[in-house]
């Protein structure tokens, strides 16, 4: 390939820079988004390009090869049931993770290799940043996605014990030390141990940080492993004296920031109390306090409500991820809106396991996404709503976190569908939600269960308004 | 945390002399003025698409392929460019896959028209 001048280089890298915060920009709006990911593509088409023509590059064959085998890889990766997102994106987390560890290590070697007085302190430090935080966000991510996947051999339930954060803190912090010692003295007889060393104890960290974690904090955990995935990428940039990787990696860093902060807020808790809190933990202390009695209505029942109501609210939880219902819920709000209800959805922040989840399911469905409606916004219209219909979700309609100090949810900011004139929930099992939390909303009066299948449920009440439409 | 330690890792260098001359302030510059600027920019990005920002973002942050390529394609031993070309494996894995899924997940927010067709 011909030769490029450096500053050309330099040149496609900015422009790749520019095309990349368009793309994130163009993200503002749904109308505009898809000119996003052109923007993004073009982006990294001049990057590899112009990396690629590079004179240092010459084993050609070797990167066709890799590039195909990714291709191969992406492409089934990209075609998985949209209910498999969050899996799907803790995987990418760990291929991010894993890209910036490896390469790190490759660099250490090389460096070693070509003679110490290559790696200077901050090539060093930079490096052993790229590997802590590349490799702990590979087995993170592996286990987040495993847990997200139900995988069996994983533990799905929070697992604690006595000491844990002492022990997980331990970890870092001897981490952190090997690493001290490694940029003071990058080339020794025990230092490429020590290299191994930090390796082995990231990746250990990273399962170790996950195992405390329930499913109900998976979309804050996945927003936390998205943005250390870019700060990874960024310690790359450091380690390579790249630019153009620093700012990449600074934007996807940012955003995954942004998304836990989101995250935090929507369940009134702090980082540290999601990483070192291990919320899903089973309740133990209020049990037994007084008989509370589920009411049941038919499916017959609640249709009749839902025919003669004006507005509807209906709130998607992880049940209708879970059961695959979001096509029996778009016919129900097709019944209900020919016969003139108005319907919205209201969608709390982290329902479902990763952000946007439930947006994305019920765009899937062709509900028009002027219908989903933030928390936020409906919440003053819960009392003007006829029927509030609870499609799988749990704690993020307990009335509990307004007022009970001692659920662990307290002080969460929550769609208030204890407010509607009638609630009916659908629910799978009278087992307490993921965070094991009793759920005030369906002891209270006006509240009626729905037990079963989201999506059998939905669809029987689908079924019932058609014959009565007919 | 991680912050602290790649900022550790700037401030020593004054002292070093420096074999490879790398300009470490121009470096935290830019990443300064970009994480800002993703800030910015991200904090407008619409809730509705929250999901496929965050595969756009890993499509963005798999620019890790730029370190790949040069350590998999370099004239360097074996080994190395082994552990070079698993990452570009996993970054083009990333690249193919979270620009692909994006742009799946974006066709499908459609705003009703009055014809009913999608646009």
């Given at each position: 390939m011909s030769r490029l001048p450096p500053e050309l280089v330099q040149l496609a890298y900015v422009a790749a820079t520019v095309l990349f915060v368009f793309s994130l920009h163009w993200m503002n709006d749904p109308k505009s988004a898809r000119r996003g990911v052109t923007a993004g593509v073009a982006a990294m088409l001049l990057a590899v390009l112009a990396t690629w023509v590079q004179p240092s590059v010459v084993h050609h064959s070797w990167i066709a090869v890799a590039v195909l085998a990714g291709f191969a890889a992406g492409i089934p990766l990209s075609r998985v049931p949209l209910t498999a997102v969050p899996q799907r994106t803790a995987v990418s987390h760990a291929f991010g993770g894993l890209a910036a560890g490896l390469v790190g290590t490759a660099k250490y070697f090389l460096w070693v290799g070509e003679g110490p007085a290559e790696l200077t302190r901050f090539r060093m430090g930079a490096i052993i940043a790229e590997i802590l935080l590349g490799f702990l966000t590979f087995t993170g991510s592996l286990m987040a996605a495993g847990k997200l996947q139900e995988l069996k051999w994983i533990p799905q339930r929070p697992v604690t014990y006595p000491g844990q954060n002492v022990v997980n803190l331990g970890l870092f912090v001897l981490a952190i030390v090997l690493g001290v010692l490694l940029v003071a003295h990058?080339?020794?007889?025990w230092s490429t141990l020590a290299f191994f060393g930090v390796i082995g104890l990231a990746l250990l960290f990273g399962v170790l940080l996950i195992l405390p974690i329930g499913g109900a904090d998976m979309p804050t955990v996945i927003s936390i492993l998205n943005a250390y995935a870019g700060l990874s990428a960024v310690a790359m940039g450091f380690v390579l004296d790249n630019k153009l990787l620093i700012t990449a990696g600074a934007l996807d860093g940012s955003s995954g920031l942004i998304l836990s902060i989101v995250m935090c807020r929507a369940m009134n808790r702090s980082f540290t109390n999601v990483l070192f809190g291990a919320f899903g933990q089973v309740q133990t202390a209020k049990t037994g306090t007084r008989e509370q009695v589920y009411k049941s209505e038919t499916v017959e029942g609640a249709a009749q409500m839902l025919e003669q109501a004006q507005f509807v609210v209906i709130i998607p939880g992880y049940g209708m991820a879970v059961a695959q219902a979001q096509h029996r819920v778009r016919e129900l709000y097709d019944q209900l809106t020919r016969r003139g209800v108005t319907v919205k959805f209201a969608i709390h922040p982290v329902a479902g396991r990763m952000p946007g989840h439930m947006n994305v399911l019920l765009a899937e469905a062709d509900v028009p996404y002027s219908h989903l409606v933030e928390m936020d916004e409906i919440n003053p219209d819960m009392p003007q709503c006829d029927v509030a219909l609870v499609i799988g979700a749990n704690d993020v309609v307990n009335p509990a976190a307004r007022h009970d100090k001692s659920t662990p949810i307290y002080g969460m900011p929550i769609i208030h569908a204890d407010k509607a004139k009638t609630v009916f929930a659908i629910k799978r099992s009278k087992s307490p939600g993921f965070a094991g939390i009793d759920n005030e909303l369906y002891f209270q009066d006006r509240t009626f269960m729905l037990f079963g299948d989201a999506k059998a449920v939905v669809g029987d009440l689908v079924k019932q308004l058609a014959a009565a439409a007919a | 945390m991680f912050l602290a330690v790649l900022l550790a890792s700037v401030v020593p260098p004054a002292s070093d002399a420096a074999p490879a001359q790398v300009d470490h302030v121009s470096l935290l510059f830019v990443l300064v003025l970009s994480t800002f600027i993703g800030i910015g920019v991200i904090a407008r990005v619409s809730r509705l698409l929250h999901t496929p920002l965050m595969s756009l973002t890993n499509a963005i942050s798999a620019i890790a392929v730029v370190g790949s390529i040069l350590v998999t394609g370099g004239d360097y031993p074996v080994t190395i460019r082994v552990l070079g070309a698993v990452a570009l494996f996993a970054s083009t894995t990333n690249i193919v896959s979270g620009f692909l899924i994006t742009d799946r997940m974006l066709r499908m927010f459609k705003q009703p028209t009055r014809d009913g067709t999608k646009r």
């Open positions: 990058p080339v020794g007889a | -």
